[in-house]
Nanobody, 128 residues
């Protein structure tokens, strides 16, 4: 059974960094588009970053551009989200998900409807 496991969350001060990991079990992440999403309490789920299958094009929500980087390590079957210059508004539960975006054209892969398998999430808290 396909499973995604997120790790790397925690408490960090404003301006600090965290690296989140999304590791696949029963699923080879290399063959899928992988997205990172977040959902803060009382707010809707938001697509943060994604990396498409095949061409590895990346997309980011405007609020994290220049601060977050999504990347793959296919030898570890893992997709990372490097988060720098963290802000209190980045506080949220972060989820990763996989989907196949080829049929949907070559545009952004941030919408959540394109994803099938989801992890359980990891909490990120940015506070002094």
């Amino acid at each position: 059974q396909a499973q995604l496991v997120e790790s790397g969350g925690g408490l960090e001060q404003p301006g600090g960094s965290l690296r989140l990991s999304c590791t696949g079990s029963g699923v080879t992440t290399e063959y899928y588009t992988v997205g990172w999403f977040r959902q803060a309490q009382g707010r809707e789920r938001e697509g943060v970053a994604c990396i498409r299958e095949r061409d590895n094009r990346t997309f980011y929500v405007d609020s994290v551009k220049g601060r977050f980087t999504i990347s793959r390590d296919n030898t570890r079957n893992t997709v990372y989200l490097q988060m720098n210059s963290l802000k209190p508004e980045d506080t949220s539960i972060y989820y990763c998900a996989t989907g196949l975006w080829g049929p949907y054209g070559s545009g952004s892969c941030l919408p959540a409807w394109g994803y099938v398998n989801w992890g359980q999430g990891t909490q990120v808290t940015v506070s002094s």
